[in-house]
């Protein structure tokens, strides 16, 4: 059974700050992974989508990091603004069927002090 | 190119009625899912349809069931509604194919008193 897992929980970070936030999930196989955010009581926004067959996507200051052998991808936020105060979810395709399922983590809640 | 849609987004019930939301995706995208959000279990998947066909369920009881028309726009049922139903309901839409992102609508979110 795939199961996501996202470290850290909460992170407050002033700004300027470089930051990485941790996507973990337990089974290889995949379609793709994406990058949401969402703001409180609001919808998901995709920030980056990266196929299982891909490295890394970039958006602006957003850079997204996969490693399907080790379950892990990450995301490298540059120069954090305060408008990036958000929770981030990570979510995973998977690949064993074709319907659009996706499976999420718990969330990163990022904090961007002025 | 809109978005996607949801109605209505605020809503408020009582224990043992009916519901039902109403998700209208991004044009020309066929595929629509939903998900539950509540702060204790998370984002849940409910289930998926496409070409008016539910592909995938997800864990949950009989009594959240869902359709999707011939124009793409779905809609999900709860049937005797419980207070562990209150939540936030997303729904979203991709087009077919492995590439696809999915894109999310701005969600209703359900009070059962």
């Known amino acids: 059974k795939q199961e996501v897992t996202q470290i850290p929980a909460a992170l407050s970070v002033p700004e300027g700050e470089n930051l990485v936030l941790n996507c973990s999930f337990t089974?290889?196989?995949?379609?793709?992974l994406q990058w949401f955010r969402q703001d409180p009581g609001k919808g998901l926004t995709s920030l980056l989508l990266i196929q299982s067959s891909q490295r890394e996507q970039t958006s602006g200051r957003l850079n997204a990091s996969l490693d399907k052998s080790s379950g892990r991808s990450t995301l490298y936020i540059a120069a954090s603004q305060p408008g990036d105060s958000a929770t981030y979810l990570c979510?995973?395709?998977?690949?064993?069927?074709?319907?659009?399922?996706?499976?999420f983590g718990s969330g990163t809640r990022l904090l961007v002090r002025p | 190119k809109a978005g996607v849609t949801q109605t209505p987004r605020y809503l408020i019930k009582t224990r043992g009625q009916q519901v039902t939301l109403s998700c209208s995706p991004i044009s020309g995208h066929r595929s629509v899912s939903w998900y539950q959000q509540t702060p204790g279990q998370g984002l849940q998947f409910l289930f998926e349809?496409?070409?008016?066909?539910?592909?995938n369920k997800g864990n949950f009881p009989g009594r959240f069931s869902g359709r999707q028309f011939s124009n793409s726009r779905s809609e999900m049922n709860v049937s005797t509604l419980e207070l562990g139903d209150s939540a936030l309901y997303l729904c979203a839409s991709s087009l077919e194919g492995t590439s696809g992102r999915a894109r999310f609508g701005p969600g209703t979110r359900l009070l059962v008193l």
């Open positions: 979510a995973v395709r998977p690949g064993m069927d074709s319907s659009y399922k996706l499976i």
């Open positions: 349809y496409f070409s008016e066909t539910q592909r």
């Open positions: 089974d290889s196989a995949i379609y793709n």
